[in-house]
């Protein structure tokens, strides 16, 4: 009896299917941990849903699925190892995540760890339509393409957009040499492991009368496979 959450999908052509039912056993994991909730689900044309999925049962914290009802994929769990920083653990899957037409996945994460510290517990990650996770940025890791000793000190999940392509365009801050609190804000986009500044708070706006400098706040919207409006 009671109440229960679940989550379904159903399209004109098919009967409702569900990917999960509050209190009924999570595929893949061990026994007696159970649905407990789901968050903000994300659909694609492909019928693929991505969502935050809340444990209960002898589960604690949550994860991130994706998949169909009758094929469902785990991509992050709390208390589950990283895979690719060593001994470092998703410790706070977040409900900031994107997935694009093509099943491309992209979503932030909090870390735990023996080295892990409040200037780098935050990372953000992208999942490829074959099942393949790879690391897009982690707070104090150095920026790829900039000077050395250049580091991300914090990211925005909040942030988080992506095109039909995979392209992934996020918001951040950087520290280090030639960085200050009047242009340490900038934008960036993850292209097949390429990290591009598009933006930086307090240098000239192209196109732009001369001395007119972006500000420190930007809202980003990635539209198709090119456009990036700031």
């Given at each position: 009896?009671?109440?229960?959450?679940?989550?379904?999908?159903?399209?004109?052509?098919?009967?409702?299917?569900?990917?999960?039912?509050?209190?009924?056993?999570?595929?893949?994991?061990?026994?007696?941990?159970?649905?407990?909730?789901?968050n903000?689900?994300?659909?694609?044309?492909?019928?693929?849903?991505?969502?935050?999925?809340?444990?209960?049962g002898?589960?604690?914290?949550s994860?991130?699925w994706?998949?169909?009802?009758?094929?469902?994929?785990?991509?992050?769990?709390d208390?589950?190892?990283?895979?690719?920083?060593?001994?470092?653990?998703?410790?706070?899957?977040?409900?900031?995540?994107?997935?694009?037409?093509?099943?491309?996945?992209?979503?932030?994460?909090?870390?735990?760890?023996?080295?892990?510290?409040?200037?780098?517990?935050?990372?953000?990650?992208?999942?490829?339509?074959?099942?393949v996770?790879?690391?897009?940025?982690?707070?104090?890791?150095?920026?790829?393409?900039?000077?050395?000793?250049?580091?991300?000190?914090?990211?925005?999940?909040?942030?988080?957009?992506?095109?039909?392509?995979?392209?992934?365009?996020?918001?951040?801050?950087?520290?280090?040499?030639?960085?200050?609190?009047?242009?340490?804000?900038?934008?960036l986009?993850?292209?097949?492991?390429?990290?591009t500044?598009?933006?930086?708070?307090?240098?000239?706006a192209?196109?732009?009368a001369?001395?007119?400098?972006w500000?420190?706040?930007?809202?980003?919207?990635?539209?198709?496979?090119?456009?990036?409006?700031?």
């Amino acid at each position: 009896g009671g109440t229960r959450s679940s989550l379904w999908t159903a399209s004109p052509s098919s009967s409702p299917a569900a990917f999960l039912v509050g209190s009924t056993q999570v595929p893949g994991l061990p026994a007696g941990v159970l649905w407990s909730d789901a968050n903000i689900p994300h659909i694609n044309a492909g019928g693929s849903l991505a969502f935050r999925g809340l444990l209960g049962g002898t589960g604690v914290g949550s994860g991130h699925w994706i998949g169909t009802p009758s094929a469902l994929s785990l991509v992050a769990l709390d208390g589950n190892p990283t895979g690719l920083i060593p001994g470092v653990n998703f410790a706070g899957v977040a409900n900031d995540y994107l997935m694009n037409s093509a099943g491309v996945f992209v979503f932030g994460t909090s870390l735990a760890g023996p080295s892990v510290t409040g200037s780098n517990d935050l990372a953000l990650w992208q999942r490829s339509p074959a099942g393949v996770v790879s690391l897009v940025a982690r707070e104090g890791d150095q920026v790829p393409g900039m000077a050395p000793g250049v580091v991300y000190a914090s990211l925005s999940t909040s942030s988080l957009n992506t095109d039909s392509s995979g392209r992934l365009v996020f918001n951040a801050s950087l520290s280090g040499p030639g960085f200050t609190s009047t242009n340490d804000a900038v934008v960036l986009s993850h292209d097949s492991g390429v990290i591009t500044l598009l933006a930086q708070e307090g240098t000239q706006a192209p196109g732009a009368a001369a001395g007119v400098l972006w500000g420190g706040s930007f809202s980003v919207t990635l539209g198709g496979q090119s456009a990036v409006v700031l």
